[in-house]
């Protein structure tokens, strides 16, 4: 399991209590460095998936602090490794706020970050979301597979749709909102380019991997259901997300690209098909991740929030439990 090294700053007054915490935290090591201003700052190294309980004690603690302040930096490797416990059950939080804190995943706030990053509606983005297009439309026009997988190893929408499903689980609006319209963004980039491409090129809907996207079948599905899970596992463990954006990306680009064409090209009823490929499978991939976020434990910290949030994941779920159930019907008749 990858290591982190977190840094506590805090008021020096405040030194004793610190390490008084620190004691009862199991599987970590941690030591003092200097003090200056009237500060100390202490750093803990421990496996990422201790830092959620670290950092949640901390805070609860000392979070009305003038000059409190975590800090977490990866670790590339230490000698000797330290032993991987299981953290001391929490009894400090309200009860309704206590959960199990799955440890193989990194902490809420490491996977924030990195979403929240991945949302940004930048102009990489938007140059990402262009060339994708234009390689996944030539790809398809010209029936070759490969150029499809290097459209989709550039598509820049895995970020996004996760955050969807974060804010979900969060109960964050804010996060919702700005993954919306980075995706939105994204989107209506692919549809008007590749309109325009398929009535320059005249699309046809003859072509094997065009029509193989104007029909929809269950095991579409199951590829978005899949798609969206390993999209979540991805960032919540830490491990390269570059190859599981392709697994989000085969669900998305290639669907969106041919109703464009489509379009482009005078093939209305295809197109539509196509488009309703695209919005199964973004329903399949935000269900599969909200799913994934609850059954990691991922919730607000404080307890109010934890109450809010499960009861809008639970809901989301629902809702998006009912949809995929009228989908299969729907393909099956």
């Known amino acids: 399991m990858a290591q982190r090294l977190l840094k506590i700053i805090l008021p020096a007054a405040h030194q004793k209590q610190a390490f008084e915490l620190l004691d009862q935290q199991e599987g970590i090591d941690f030591w003092q460095e200097e003090s200056t201003q009237g500060q100390f700052v202490a750093s803990v190294l421990m ?23 975590l800090v977490l930096l990866p670790v590339e490797a230490t000698v000797p490794r330290i032993e991987n ?40 983005y938007l140059a990402l979301a262009l060339l994708s297009t234009v390689v996944a439309a030539i790809g398809l026009l010209k029936n ?14 895995l970020g996004p749709n996760v955050a969807l499903a974060l804010s979900t689980t969060l109960a964050d609006s804010k996060l919702g909102t700005s993954a919306m319209k980075t995706l939105m963004a994204g ?11 398929g009535y ?3 699309a046809s809907p003859h072509i094997p991997e065009i029509a193989a996207r104007t029909q929809t079948g269950i095991s579409d599905l199951i590829l978005a259901l899949a798609s969206g899970a390993a999209g979540v596992l991805a960032f919540t463990t830490g491990i390269s997300s570059a190859l599981i954006g392709v697994m989000v990306a085969v669900a998305l680009l290639p669907p969106l690209t041919v109703c464009g064409l489509l379009l482009g090209g005078g093939h209305y009823p295809q197109s ?15 269900f599969a991740g909200v799913v994934t976020f609850f059954m990691q434990g991922i919730s607000p910290r404080t307890w109010w929030e934890a109450k809010k949030a499960k009861k809008a994941t639970r809901k989301a779920i629902l809702i998006w439990a009912a949809v995929f159930i009228v989908l299969v019907v729907i393909i099956l008749l």
């Open 47 to 69: 496996d990422s998936g201790l830092s959620e309980t670290v950092m949640d004690v901390f805070e609860r603690t000392f979070s009305y602090l003038d000059g409190f302040r």
């Open 85 to 124: 416990q299981a953290p001391p059950p929490d009894t400090t939080e309200e009860p309704d706020s206590q959960k199990k804190i799955d440890t193989k995943r990194i902490s809420r706030e490491e996977l924030y970050a990195k979403i929240v990053d991945s949302t940004r509606l930048s102009n990489v």
């Open 144 to 157: 070759n597979v490969a150029v499809i997988i290097g459209a989709m190893v550039i598509a820049p929408f």
């Open 187 to 197: 989107l209506l980039i692919v549809l008007p380019l590749s309109a325009g491409m």
């Open 200 to 202: 320059v090129l005249d």
């Open 272 to 286: 539509f098909s196509a488009f309703l490929l695209f919005v199964a499978n973004i329903i399949c991939i935000n």
